[in-house]
């Protein structure tokens, strides 16, 4: 089945930029999601469909799409952004596909 | 304001049997698909089984095929996951989530979870 990798860590000092990058097999050609997950709490959207925003997250958040690698893309990073990042995916076959997450530590 | 509760967690031996329900509100429940996610403890997420809006459409992870089975009542506002012949490896906190989007949807909303423990 499709397979997506995530480094399992990325670090970023405040102020800087973040860049979390999700890997599976021509991923451009597909719709990529992508969740946060703060400690003890459930997931949430921040970006879906590769790069489009629900209302509410900054649009400090963004996403690109296009290879072999998606990425999501966090700007002028805060403390509050500290969380784990998960991409999303369906594949061919009709289910879904998480990657196996990215734990983003701000400095 | 969306609204997903979930609740039937606990404790469970090998081999037994659990039902999770899920109390959607906030939205027309009938007119979305929805999931049902996993994460066992310290673990990424594993997606588990969705639904469609009118409960025809049906679709599992292999790991839970044959074994667990998702239905709705669109008339209660209510998802369901039957649980059975639980593993160790069963063991997570159990989302359900709200479907948005045409083809290659995304999880809009969630719960807050209820966590099955699978343990003798």
């Known amino acids: 089945s499709y397979v997506l990798t995530q480094p399992p860590s990325v670090s970023v000092a405040p102020g800087k930029t973040a860049r979390i990058t999700c890997g599976g097999n021509n991923i451009g050609s597909k719709s990529v999601h992508w969740y946060q997950q703060k400690p003890g709490q459930a997931p949430e959207v921040v970006i879906y469909y590769n790069n489009d925003r629900p209302s509410g997250i900054p649009e400090r958040f963004s996403g690109s799409n296009s290879g072999n690698t998606a990425t999501l893309t966090i700007s002028r990073v805060e403390a509050g952004d500290e969380a784990d990042y998960y991409c999303?995916?369906?594949?061919?076959?009709?289910?879904?596909?998480f990657g196996g997450g990215t734990k983003l530590t701000v400095l | 304001q969306v609204h997903l509760v979930e609740s039937g967690g606990g404790l469970v031996q090998p081999g037994g049997s659990l039902r999770l329900s899920c109390a959607a509100s906030g939205f027309t429940f009938s007119d979305d698909y929805m999931s049902w996610i996993r994460q066992a403890p310290g673990k990424g997420l594993e997606w588990v089984s969705y639904?469609?809006?009118?409960?025809?459409?049906?679709y599992y992870a292999d790991s839970v095929k044959g074994r667990f089975t998702i239905s709705r009542d669109n008339t209660k506002n209510s998802l369901f996951l039957e649980m059975n012949n639980l593993r160790a490896d069963d063991t997570a906190v159990y989302y359900c989530?709200?479907?948005?989007?045409?083809?290659?949807?995304?999880?809009?909303?969630w719960g807050r979870g209820t966590l099955v423990t699978v343990s003798s």
């Open positions: 639904i469609g809006d009118s409960g025809r459409s049906k």
């Open positions: 999303q995916v369906w594949d061919s076959s009709g289910i879904v596909i």
């Open positions: 989530a709200r479907e948005r989007g045409t083809l290659y949807r995304y999880f809009e909303s």
